[in-house]
């Protein structure tokens, strides 16, 4: 007896000990996701699973087009004072156009040639010393459609940064966006997730007009309008602003933002910006000191402090009295980049964590039946071949739920059924192999070779069936969204896991046992009455 168990001990190999690691590594690391333990990486579980938010968000692309003429603006008022070319006040006509006076001829011709080289999708009409800008009908198109792509770009990167495991962010249709969120329960949570999500984030330094402002709360917009100027509400104060409608500069210019606190310890927003926003900045403060430039966040005002000098850098900071809360998702939504254009919301429902239960136990009980036949398929049929099999079976499925879980990886209803079609595939392998080494057996072959030949004859099918299926899963991943992304990983991750369980593990079991098989009983060993030569 004791020398069996030397016998079996000098047969493990590298098969086996890689096998045994694998099984290792995949009970430890699944553990925190099937205990739902507070330590540890763990598997998300999605929408469908664990209830959340389900959104259809229209998007307001007109807004957009109003904001590329004002972004322009600021160009052309830029260039201009860079080029010391100069003009009468830049004006904004309806929202579709720009217009401006030069006031010396010779700057005509430099003026044009600046103005066509630097605004690509613009159209210059010049009346004398009269000009107009306006965007083609082409620019006008693809700032809609920039306008989309942006919006749902931006909304994936705000809940990305806000913590949430894989939202589901998609266009639908031509100008609507779809928005999943799993794990939210409370209407605390839904309010502060559809903030962030809504919010335009449409940072601009604006001018405050010092000649006029002293008597904005009687003046009517439309007076306003007729100077070049836009009135805006103070955030937290009934006290009202009249600022230069062109901006100084806006958030585009912007490359972060991050929360910070005051000499008060309130918390306040710290943002930088890029090369050319800190040069504009820069010469603005340096050529408007002793007067007020106002930061505003989607039309209101949270400051407008006096410039006492020159401020170079290209550091800003916003106070507002903010909640720590608050500061945190308005840099996020900074961060993230604003919306071209404002979102609405056009249908929203919740769904229940208890519906999520619901599916949670249907799949859990469909996989567990379908695991508990084919465990018992394989007993019944191929004897401790089918035991080995299964064995593998059993890492696999341990292995897929620590992979998973390490890389936070969402879990969907698709997904579990991924896993269930991983479980065929991964027995499937070992079928193939199986009948191979009973059919060697049947011809004859000593049990050592008919496994080494099984193996060696099943492994080309094997490995050209899950390559081409993992290529299709790939590809699903790849221009899938949400659920699909879900299927596409846990098939991938379930193919990669078999092959290593599959045919490494099994191939090293049956090394390691050899010894103990009995040609006399391979109806025990491998399900078949004829007795083979070993």
Known sequence: MLLKRLSLVKTLNFRVILFAF???????????????????????????????LHMLLGIKSEIAIESRIKSMAASVKYIFDDEEIIFDELRMVDGEKITFELLDNDDVTKATELLKKELEGTALSQNGLKFSLAMTEAETERTKLNAIQQAVDTIRNRLNEFGLAEPTVAKQGEDKILVEVPGIKTQEDEQRIRELIARAAHLQLMAVDEERNARVSTMSAAEAK????????????????????????????????????????????????????????????????????????????????????RIGGGRVQISGRFQLSEAHDLAIALRSGALLAPVYVMEKRSVGPSLGADSIRSSSLALMLGFVLVVLFMILYYGMAGVVANVALIGNLFLILAIMSLFGATLTLPGMAGIVLTVGMAVDANVIINERIRELLHAGKSIGKAIEDGYSNAFTAIWDANVTTLIAATVLYAYGTGAIKGFALTMSIGILASMLTAIVGTHGIYQWILPKIDKNKLGFWFGIKKEGNK
């Open 226 to 309: 007729s100077y070049g100027n836009v009135i805006l509400p103070d955030v937290n104060t009934p006290e009202k602003y009249l600022l230069r409608a062109i901006p100084v500069l806006d958030g585009s210019m912007l490359t972060d933002a991050k929360v910070g606190f005051d000499e008060s310890n309130q918390p306040v927003i710290n943002f930088t910006l890029n090369g050319q926003g800190a040069k504009i900045f820069g010469d603005f403060t340096g050529k408007y000191v002793g007067k007020r430039m106002a930061v505003v966040l989607d039309n209101k005002v949270y400051s407008a402090p006096n410039i006492n000098e």
């Open 22 to 52: 694998a099984l290792i590594f995949g009970v430890v690391f699944s553990i925190p996701s099937l205990t739902q333990s507070e330590q540890g990486k763990k598997i998300t579980l999605g929408l469908d699973l664990q209830g959340g």
